[in-house]
């Protein structure tokens, strides 16, 4: 089990910037890749963006691409997205999710959502 907590969430303009932060705790973090997910009111949960367990290939959805960057901190136990140039479509509960590719391809893990609200 792994379990996972976001942060940083909040109301920001559009054009601005914020920074989510997921803290893992439980099994080894470095086994699990991690990943972004969001849903919009009324959308389905939709994929954001995805880095293997080391760190060293990351994906991205063609909507955040040269916006948004993932990364993540073994040490800490922490995975980050960097989201600048927000707009508001990209307002939504951010989730962060972990999998251990060993093992399934499945997201597993899932954390409790971070609201992010991008007013025009």
């Known amino acids: 089990q792994v379990q996972l907590v976001e942060s940083g969430g909040g109301l920001v303009q559009a054009g601005g910037s914020l920074r989510l932060s997921c803290a893992a705790s439980?099994?080894?973090?470095?086994?699990?890749?991690m990943g972004w997910f969001r849903q919009a009111p009324g959308k389905e949960r939709e994929f954001v963006a995805h880095?293997?367990?080391?760190?060293?290939?990351?994906y991205y959805a063609d909507s955040v691409l040269g916006r948004f960057t993932i990364s993540r901190d073994n040490a800490k136990n922490t995975m980050y997205l960097q989201m600048n140039s927000l707009k508001p479509e990209d307002t939504a509960v951010y989730y962060c999710?972990?999998?251990?590719?060993?093992?399934?391809?499945?997201?597993?893990?899932w954390g409790q959502g971070t609201q992010v609200t991008v007013s025009s």
């Open positions: 999710a972990a999998r251990d590719p060993i093992y399934s391809s499945r997201w597993s893990y």
């Open positions: 439980g099994r080894t973090f470095n086994r699990f890749d």
């Open positions: 880095i293997t367990r080391s760190g060293g290939s990351t």
